[in-house]
């Protein structure tokens, strides 16, 4: 279940919250037995041994207990509205955003851009927003809601997305109410080629590709079996980013999400969902292979890294990357 950790932290936040509630509004009854009794014959030496004071020393424990309890329900409180109204703390742990986002980066997701949600069904309670274009969102991957997935919002409801896979090239254009495209496509403007720090390392299994990793290290150096990835600037309708590809690697178009009506690498957007695709195209598994995001499986827009540390997947941090602290766009 995707939702058990939201669960137990509203359960939580419910539990010490009623505690706090007796505690701070002396909810609690007073037991009978603890009331104070006149007893005239009895000296208070005897009384003593009555049992009262056991009782007491009961009820102090089970207070201390509540006591206890009810002190950490701010914390609770405050990390229930941020983490599920605010911000919620991301890490990436694969390369497909590369180079915007690195394997090891500590992102921070504003929950609020497109709609305040309940945070254990993930329904809609106030909207606020819709993804644009160019917006790097966190989403719950169709095919399976409990992994979250991070890629670049490329494709609206409503449009008509082309990807040349042999000049790795994007061609958007709304889609008229008669089915066919409108005359003006969405100007995406693909800058030369640049230097880059980044090689894709393949560690073999006989014929098979057993992994894949991303090693950062200048252009003048050299990994023997590696690949230098190729950089380009894409302007996205705007949004300006960088993206990676590899030279001479063709997209598997064998496991292209085919959708009725359209040719092989051309989709149309349906409405309330969106086309999402990583900035390292060449290694990514995005809306080419598995379709459109609907708006509900939305989580929130990366807005900044808190923190970034040098590794490669799955593997230890080796150091701390001070100078990725910063916005996302």
Request: hydrophobic content about 35%; proline content about 6%; overall charge positive.
């Amino acid at each position: 279940m995707d939702n058990v950790f939201p669960l137990i932290l509203v359960i939580a936040t419910l539990v010490t919250g009623f505690l706090w509630c007796l505690e701070h509004f002396k909810l609690t009854p007073i037991p009978r037995s603890l009331e104070p009794q006149r007893d005239q014959k009895r000296p208070d030496a005897v009384r003593g041994k009555c049992g009262h004071n056991n009782v007491a020393v009961k009820i102090s424990h089970k207070s201390g207990w509540v006591k206890t309890c009810s002190s950490i329900f701010p914390v609770l409180f405050l990390v229930f509205v941020l983490r599920s109204f605010i911000f919620e703390p991301f890490q990436i742990p694969s390369g497909s955003m590369m180079p915007t986002l690195l394997v090891g980066d500590f992102i921070l997701v504003e929950k609020f851009s497109y709609g305040i949600k309940n945070p254990i069904t993930q329904t809609t309670l106030i909207e606020t927003g819709h993804p644009k274009r160019g917006d790097v969102v966190v989403f719950k991957f169709p095919l399976n809601p409990k992994l979250n997935y991070i890629k670049r919002v490329v494709g609206l409801p409503g449009e008509r997305i082309n990807y040349d896979h042999l000049n790795k090239c994007l061609t958007v254009q709304p889609v008229c109410k008669n089915g066919q495209n409108c005359a003006t496509s969405v100007p995406i403007i693909y800058c030369g080629l640049a230097q880059n720090d980044f090689e894709q390392t393949h560690n073999l299994t006989g014929a098979r590709e057993a992994s894949a990793g991303f090693l950062q290290i200048p252009s003048t150096q050299k990994v023997d079996g590696a690949i230098r990835l190729v950089q380009r600037q894409e302007s996205l309708g705007g949004v300006v980013h960088n993206i990676l590809t590899m030279s001479g690697k063709q997209d598997r178009l064998g496991s292209y999400y085919q959708q009725q009506g359209s040719s092989l690498s051309e989709w149309v957007v349906p409405k309330g969902e969106y086309f999402m695709m990583g900035d390292n195209r060449d290694n990514s598994s995005d809306s080419r292979f598995w379709g459109c995001v609907p708006e509900r499986n939305l989580v929130g827009k990366a807005t900044a890294i808190w923190m970034s540390l040098e590794k490669q997947e799955g593997k230890w941090p080796t150091g701390v990357r001070l100078n990725r602290i910063g916005g996302i766009h």
